[in-house]
């Protein structure tokens, strides 16, 4: 299994940037894919999932409101727009799959097998 983030930069707080996972070596479809964030000297903390095929998204308050997560299973890849960006949004970015875990389980990094590489995403005030 492979995933592959991408989209990350340095951004301006309020700006917009798209992050992308592309997947391969799983079924992806019927998987639970989630970001995870973790920014300097703190621990990875969950940012939102989408639940395996059912498609329902799930989302940390902090984040709420402002990222959209979404999944094209064509493509195998997922999506987080993530819109009025803060400068407490700094972290390294990584997606995350498994296809065991359950809605209990979501919000637990250790819960997943497989990780992407991260992508950075600094934010200025």
């Known amino acids: 299994v492979q995933l592959q983030a991408s989209g990350g930069g340095l951004v301006q707080a309020g700006a917009s940037l798209r992050l992308s996972c592309a997947a391969s070596?799983?079924?992806?479809?019927?998987?639970?894919i989630a970001w995870f964030r973790q920014a300097p000297g703190k621990e990875r903390e969950f940012v939102s999932a989408?639940?395996?095929?059912?498609?329902?998204?799930y989302y940390a308050d902090s984040v709420k409101g402002r990222f959209t997560f979404s999944r094209d299973n064509a493509k195998n890849t997922v999506h987080l727009q993530m819109n009025s960006l803060k400068p407490e949004d700094t972290a390294v970015y990584y997606c995350?799959?498994?296809?065991?875990?359950?809605?209990?389980?979501?919000?637990?990094?250790?819960?997943?097998?497989?990780w992407g590489q991260g992508t950075l995403v600094t934010v200025s005030s």
């Open positions: 995350a799959a498994d296809n065991r875990i359950i809605l209990s389980q979501i919000r637990n990094f250790r819960q997943y097998d497989y």
């Open positions: 989408i639940f395996r095929s059912g498609g329902h998204t």
């Open positions: 070596g799983l079924t992806f479809s019927r998987a639970t």
